[in-house]
């Protein structure tokens, strides 16, 4: 699936339930939010997404800090919103071994970051003074790599921008802490 169908589906999306918030998205998408201990090692789970008799369900570690929990809530949340005909068959976590499942959380990582940062936001701060990314992405208080994924999608949306400096892989959610 393509950068612009995924940034498309964010618009449509936020546009119709008048919010960018994943937590009310879940909400007003009857997607139960579930919180839950998973550990507060590295390794851990930080979240899934699972379709079980119609039902959909994010479960997000509890024991992440509130930034990171939001991050993660709005990548499962792009699971439900891109993939849900193949989470009928897996669930969606960080622990996801099948064949296809770099693609599909590379996807989950542009839905969060269209989601979560918008195109003025970024670009305004890159203008006003936080010339890389890593200083941007603390302002922010999310991880350095997506707002990487964020200039690739202005990358890909025409804008000039500040190369991205990073070779983020769709799994880099799994190292974040």
Same mark, same amino acid.
């Given at each position: 699936?393509? #950068?612009?169908?995924?940034?498309?589906?964010?618009?449509?999306?936020?546009?119709?339930?008048?919010?960018?918030?994943?937590?009310?998205?879940?909400?007003?998408?009857?997607?139960?939010?579930?919180?839950?201990?998973?550990?507060?090692?590295?390794?851990?789970?930080?979240?899934?997404?699972?379709?079980?008799?119609?039902?959909?369900? #994010?479960?997000?570690?509890?024991?992440?800090?509130?930034?990171?929990?939001?991050?993660?809530?709005?990548?499962?949340?792009?699971?439900?919103?891109?993939?849900?005909? /193949? /989470?009928?068959?897996?669930?969606?976590?960080?622990?996801?071994?099948?064949?296809?499942?770099?693609?599909?959380?590379?996807?989950?990582? #542009? !839905?969060?970051?269209?989601?979560?940062?918008?195109?003025?936001?970024?670009?305004?701060?890159?203008?006003?003074?936080?010339?890389? #990314? !890593?200083?941007?992405?603390?302002?922010?208080?999310?991880?350095?790599?997506?707002?990487?994924?964020?200039?690739?999608?202005?990358?890909?949306?025409?804008?000039?921008?500040?190369?991205?400096?990073?070779?983020?892989?769709?799994? !880099?959610?799994?190292?974040?802490?």
């Amino acid at each position: 699936m393509s #950068i612009d169908y995924i940034c498309q589906k964010v618009k449509q999306t936020t546009h119709k339930y008048r919010t960018s918030d994943p937590g009310q998205l879940c909400r007003d998408l009857h997607i139960s939010l579930l919180l839950s201990s998973m550990g507060g090692e590295r390794e851990s789970c930080k979240g899934f997404y699972l379709l079980q008799s119609r039902q959909q369900v #994010i479960v997000v570690n509890n024991d992440l800090s509130p930034e990171l929990q939001r991050m993660i809530l709005a990548h499962e949340l792009g699971h439900a919103l891109l993939h849900r005909k /193949a /989470a009928a068959q897996k669930a969606f976590s960080d622990f996801m071994l099948f064949d296809d499942a770099g693609t599909l959380e590379y996807e989950a990582n #542009i !839905f969060a970051a269209e989601l979560l940062i918008s195109d003025s936001q970024l670009l305004s701060l890159l203008n006003d003074g936080y010339a890389d #990314i !890593f200083a941007a992405a603390k302002f922010l208080d999310l991880p350095a790599e997506l707002v990487d994924f964020k200039l690739r999608i202005l990358q890909q949306k025409g804008y000039e921008s500040v190369a991205p400096p990073l070779l983020v892989r769709g799994d !880099f959610l799994k190292k974040v802490w």
